[in-house]
């Protein structure tokens, strides 16, 4: 009996050490993966920012629109040809769009994942 008790009272220390390393190491990755994660998740979102289209020729157009509206009487209706559609992007820009907000989604998530890992 005395040999099997040595046994597993070096196994327990040999375990806890080998624990204690392999949880040491994942909290530093996982500590490294939120950091990289957020990073990304800022750049990425600064080049959604930038990618969006350019609001400012819509506005002045409906401002010039309601100008005109005030000026020739309420019973007057300008032309609305000088107004810009929505629908008008290209499907380059759109997958490029699509992608870009997808890895925003899958960096957050692995925040996320990150987070819980760190906090388990």
Request: aromatic share 12%; no cysteine; hydrophobic share 45%.
């Amino acid at each position: 009996k005395d040999d099997n008790s040595k046994f597993w009272a070096t196994y327990k220390k040999v375990s806890a050490e080998f624990d204690d390393d392999f949880l040491g190491r994942a909290n530093d990755d996982m500590g490294i993966i939120l950091t990289f994660a957020g990073l990304f998740s800022a750049v990425n979102s600064t080049f959604i920012v930038g990618m969006q289209p350019d609001s400012g020729d819509t506005t002045n157009a409906l401002l010039l629109y309601l100008i005109q509206m005030t000026v020739n009487g309420p019973n007057s209706i300008p032309e609305t040809n000088t107004l810009s559609s929505s629908t008008g992007f290209s499907s380059s820009t759109v997958w490029m769009q699509a992608l870009a907000y997808a890895s925003l989604a899958f960096s957050v998530l692995a925040a996320f994942g990150a987070v819980l890992g760190k906090q388990w």
